[in-house]
């Protein structure tokens, strides 16, 4: 059964940091990439960042370019989503998500003062 479990949301004051992280199982972790995705009531679902199976190649929004760090440990088959200078409009349900093998079901991240 595959199974992703985030953790690490929670309510942080702006220029805050959080980290967030998934774990996985069910899967060969090793084999696929690995999606951080948030989404909020007022915006659509974004891409916030991907790293490739070995770590190799990682991507950015624009939005969280140098702020946000994404990482993975294939013994562990968890990713992690280091979060530093957060803004407000950070806030959200971030998930992890593996195209064409499944998702979590999310961690709320909330930047306020």
């Known amino acids: 059964q595959v199974q992703f479990v985030e953790s690490g949301g929670g309510l942080v004051q702006p220029g805050g940091s959080l980290r967030l992280s998934c774990v996985t199982s069910?899967?060969?972790?090793?084999?696929?990439?690995i999606n951080w995705y948030r989404q909020s009531p007022q915006k659509e679902r974004e891409l916030v960042a991907a790293i490739a199976s070995f770590g190799d190649n990682t991507i950015y929004a624009d939005s969280v370019q140098g702020r946000f760090t994404i990482s993975r440990d294939n013994a562990k088959s968890t990713a992690y989503l280091q979060m530093d200078s957060l803004k407000p409009e950070d806030t959200a349900v971030y998930y992890c998500?593996?195209?064409?093998?499944?998702r979590g079901q999310g961690t709320q991240v909330t930047v306020s003062s």
């Open positions: 069910g899967f060969t972790f090793s084999s696929y990439a």
């Open positions: 998500d593996v195209t064409r093998v499944g």
